[in-house]
């Protein structure tokens, strides 16, 4: 048995696997000093003195048609009920573009949504009657999720609202990320 070395611990492999990542990616990210735009550029020595602004990345507006209601995605599933019996659900809505979009100013079709537990304004609002407001109208960035939770009394409706929403409005951004 001293022959042989020890197989490392298995607990310390995810982390020895995330360092390698994080390595890999830092060899391969280098931010153009200009325009803020992130360039991927395999092999380049890095200095120490070079500022990474890898939230510096600028958007550029487009038009609505340069994305599409298929960008955002609204998951919604049963959670354990409020101490009074009444059904709560997790909503969880996340921008599932592949081409680097992000949205913004995310309307939903949603009735006369209500909810015994209260949600944060900023994260969903109703505004009025079939018009409710994602994320305060801010960014939704690409792979970017928010969730919030409620609660209904009547749970049938509130399920298929919430199921049938349909995105009324939404405005796109799309930011430059250079191929290797």
């Not at 020895?16 to 992130?38: K, M, T």
């Not at 019996?85 to 949504?113: E, K, M, R």
């Not at 960014?139 to 349909?166: E, H, K, W």
């Amino acid at each position: 048995m001293g022959w042989f070395p020890r197989r490392p611990e298995v607990h310390l492999l995810p982390a020895i696997l995330s360092l390698a990542l994080l390595f890999a990616i830092l060899y391969f990210v280098d931010v153009n000093g200009g325009g803020g735009a992130l360039v991927l550029v395999p092999g380049k020595n890095q200095s120490a003195g070079t500022t990474r602004k890898l939230f510096g990345i600028v958007g550029e507006r487009m038009g609505v048609e340069s994305c599409s209601k298929d960008d955002v995605v609204v998951y919604q599933g049963a959670t354990a009920p409020l101490p009074n019996g009444i059904p709560t659900y997790t909503v969880q809505v996340l921008n599932v573009c592949s081409t680097g979009c992000a949205v913004a100013d995310i309307h939903v079709s949603c009735g006369w949504f209500s909810s015994a537990r209260l949600i944060n304004p900023r994260v969903f609002r109703r505004l009025g009657y079939d018009d409710c407001l994602v994320n305060d109208g801010a960014v939704l960035r690409p792979g970017q999720s928010l969730s919030f939770q409620y609660a209904n009394t009547l749970s049938l409706p509130a399920l298929r609202l919430l199921r049938l929403l349909a995105l009324d409005h939404i405005s796109c951004m799309r930011f430059l990320l250079l191929p290797l």
